[in-house]
């Protein structure tokens, strides 16, 4: 078996020992002389598997009793119309930071259902940064205010969040689980698996109880969070084999100790971030430094120390493809380049990257 190094952004990097253990397991789940993916919701076998997959969310993540740990469908843009649409009472209105491509996606929907108040907009900044906290004017009376944690395409992120009156409400997709924060903090956070919790088709919502116990009566029986509350994530048939594998990595996780996979965080991201700013300007970092993701780093190649060359970054990219290193290539919407450190990607991968990248620039500097 040959497995390369993948830096994708989502769908991304699982634990070997997920796949391994999931592989093992595939054909005869537990003895129950089937497949997990034929597997009744309501069997006893699946049952295990997802209250476990809670059980472990709510160590990991120290959330308390009072919120409520949901496996739901839809992805974050799902959630993107669910958190208004729940969270919204008609006349009121609610406060975004709008800090790029994902951020603004979620306002785009909000507007949809009630008045969105801009309260920050960095979506067009270059270098690309999150708005700054002390800048940002809160509207009294708002029903809560909304950000994205860490903009996976502009590789800007948030190292810490702003103290509301109102309900914070975060988009997490990106950065869920790869640092510490206090979840009693927010009313309500959300993140699509695919990037550090398992794969695609899960979606992760922590949400306050209390906080969407008045939603509207009239909205739709799957879009009221109170719902798959009440149901425990099974009203509907949830993707059991996502839940599955969400289940094996929060295992990987407590099996690695959390506080050391925070640290190897830090460290795989300053690697990469040295690299850049030690190559004289031929590598060039797109995100301020005091917002720089720990899990996407996006960057340009600078031949000259000073303007990106697009052919350039395209031999990059196939040299690196053809070296192992998968899904190098920038997002279609701003171009260069991004390496997706999530917490399963290997201290090693980053290693062989930076040792890739200076031959690179030896080359062709």
């Known amino acids: 078996m040959s497995r390369i190094y993948n830096f994708n952004a989502g769908p991304a990097v699982l634990p070997l020992e997920v796949l391994e253990e999931a592989q093992r397991q595939l054909i005869d ?23 476990e997959a809670i059980a472990n969310i709510r160590e990991l993540m120290g959330v308390p009793e009072d919120y409520a740990v949901l496996l739901l469908q839809g992805g974050a843009s799902t959630q ?15 406060d975004y930071i709008d800090s790029g491509s994902w951020s603004h996606k979620a306002v785009k929907e909000a507007v949809k259902v009630g008045t969105v108040n801009i309260i920050g907009n960095t979506v067009k900044d270059i270098p690309t940064r999150m708005p700054d906290l002390e800048t940002l004017k809160f509207t009294p009376g708002a029903a809560y205010v909304h950000l994205t944690s860490n903009e996976t395409i502009a590789g800007a992120q948030y190292k810490s969040f702003p103290k509301t009156e109102a309900p914070l409400v975060a988009d997490m997709s990106s950065d869920i689980l790869s640092r510490p924060f206090d979840v009693s903090q927010f009313g309500l956070i959300y993140a699509g698996a695919q990037k550090n919790l398992g794969p ?6 922590i949400v306050k109880k209390d906080l969407v116990a008045n939603a509207p009566e009239s909205l739709p029986t799957m879009l009221r969070y109170q719902t798959h509350i009440d149901g425990d994530s099974l009203y ?4 059991t084999f996502g839940i599955y594998i969400l289940m ?8 690695f100790g959390k506080e050391k996979l925070f640290q190897q965080n830090i460290d795989k991201a300053a690697k990469l971030y040295a690299a850049l700013d030690g190559s004289n300007g031929f590598f060039r970092g797109t995100a301020e430094k005091q917002y720089r993701s720990d899990m996407n780093v996006t960057f340009r190649i600078c031949p000259d120390g000073q303007t990106p060359n697009e052919d350039v970054e ?8 053809a070296a192992g290193f998968a899904g190098l290539k920038g997002h279609r919407s701003v171009g260069g380049l991004r390496a997706s450190i999530y917490n399963a990607f290997p201290v090693k991968g980053v290693d062989d990257l930076v040792a890739f990248m200076k031959n690179f620039q030896d080359k062709n500097a």
Do not use: C
């Open 29 to 51: 789940f537990n003895g129950t002389g089937m497949s997990l993916l034929e597997s009744s919701h309501r069997s006893k076998a699946y049952d295990a598997v997802h209250q």
């Open 80 to 94: 993107f119309s669910m958190v208004p649409m729940n969270l919204l009472p008609a006349g009121g209105s609610a």
């Open 200 to 205: 695609s088709g899960v979606t992760l919502v």
């Open 236 to 239: 509907n048939t949830p993707p």
């Open 248 to 255: 094996l990595v929060t295992r990987w996780v407590k099996a």
């Open 314 to 321: 395209k031999k990059f990219i196939a040299e690196a493809t």
